[in-house]
């Protein structure tokens, strides 16, 4: 059965998915079921209200708050959320928020173990995977453990309606490219492929109907259920070329996230449909098109998403180094990565132009 019609999706059987309208308001529910008594709740700055709202709900289950989630989760951070949550004497956290709050729950697993509780508000997916991302002194790392894999998702599609409509594209489009590069993935298998098909589908119907009616909750949960599959796919199977030059651009340029992510993906796709067009066939009978690149490129476009990175603040001079830093170490790509292939690729991503495959 598709994970899709499903109430609960059990992809990997330790851990617990739900998705239903209001679910934030069972998360004492589930705190009990963990066998835990008292929880930290965890949100951004921005998010705080979301979080002391939530910790209101909880009364006697909640510890208390900690509103420092950071993009890209700096060890300092994590180092005051681990002190704050042995000082408030909490036995596992609930972490409400996008990829930001999802990673510092996990940086506080993997030290202490307790388990993690993430309600998700955007798309990235990260509550789907074992993976953590941690930057110490602005270099990133990141490992897999399973310490690390939250044991329950409450997807609450009411709480991704205040998700701004720009955000929602950019954020839709990050978890679309990790279906993406999935299908070409060299540990790929029969379950990946579903998955990333299922995923790619959920986002293709949903984020015009969101896009459309932003409080709609039926395509809100439609595009969290996409969220999940691209997550977990993320979870089983490597990434390449597309994530590679994502955290080069991230970490070297300092630029956003999912915009990035947003205006290289089709460029990263069309690259690789040079050498394996039958692997991306699936790109193009979802999102229609003639080629892999253009048609999510054409997608992107009909979702306004921003297209050239130049908007972003990165300048023309610097995509040689940008081009030098993402092909320093050889890591396994379906197309060959040269230097003058990828400046190229730089180029059309800066300018906003269409990827030619
Ligand atoms: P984010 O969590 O940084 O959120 C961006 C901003 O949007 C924050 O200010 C946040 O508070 C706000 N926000 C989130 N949801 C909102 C909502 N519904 N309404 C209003 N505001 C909202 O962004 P993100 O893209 O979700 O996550 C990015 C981070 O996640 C990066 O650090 C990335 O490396 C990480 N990530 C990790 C994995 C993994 O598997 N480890 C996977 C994907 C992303």
């Not at 989630?69 to 004497?89: F, K, W, Y």
């Not at 991302?133 to 709480?159: A, C, F, H, M, S």
């Amino acid at each position: 059965m598709s994970i899709m019609t499903a109430d609960h999706a059990t992809i990997t059987p330790d851990i617990r998915v739900r998705f239903a309208p209001g679910l934030r308001h069972e998360t004492g529910d589930e705190i009990r079921r963990l066998g835990c008594r008292r929880t930290l709740v965890l949100s951004t700055p921005q998010q705080a209200d979301v979080a002391h709202g939530l910790a209101e709900t909880l009364g006697a289950l909640s510890a208390g708050v900690f509103a420092r989630a950071t993009m890209h989760t700096p060890v300092d951070i994590s180092a005051d959320a681990v002190d704050a949550l042995r000082a408030s004497g909490a036995d596992c956290v609930v972490a409400i928020g996008g990829g930001s709050t999802t990673g510092l729950g996990k940086a506080i697993a993997l030290v202490t173990d307790v388990p993690q509780i993430v309600i998700p508000t955007t798309y990235a997916g990260s509550e789907a995977t074992p993976i953590l991302g941690q930057t110490r002194d602005g270099v990133k790392t990141t490992l897999t453990d399973p310490r690390v894999q939250p044991e329950v998702i409450l997807y609450d599609p009411e709480l991704v309606t205040s998700l701004p409509v720009a955000m929602t594209v950019t954020s839709g489009l990050n978890a679309i490219a990790h279906a993406a590069e999935a299908l070409y993935a060299t540990n790929r298998n029969a379950a990946s492929d579903a998955l990333a098909r299922e995923g790619l589908d959920a986002f293709a119907r949903s984020l015009p109907a969101v896009l459309r009616a932003p409080d709609d909750i039926v395509a809100r949960e439609h595009s969290l259920r996409g969220a999940y599959a691209c997550g977990a796919v993320l979870g089983m199977v490597g990434m390449a070329l597309h994530h590679k030059l994502c955290h080069t651009l991230g970490g070297s340029f300092d630029l956003p996230h999912a915009d990035t992510h947003a205006i290289i993906l089709p460029h990263a796709i069309g690259y690789n449909a040079t050498a394996v067009p039958e692997l991306l066939a699936p790109v193009v009978d979802i999102f229609g098109g003639v080629t892999p690149g253009r048609a999510l490129f054409d997608f992107a476009r009909r979702m306004h998403a921003p297209l050239a990175l130049r908007d972003l603040g990165l300048a023309e001079a610097d995509l040689d180094r940008a081009a030098d830093l993402a092909t320093r170490k050889p890591y396994p790509n379906p197309a060959d990565i040269t230097r003058d292939g990828i400046r190229t690729l730089l180029q059309a991503a800066w300018e906003g132009a269409p990827p030619q495959r």
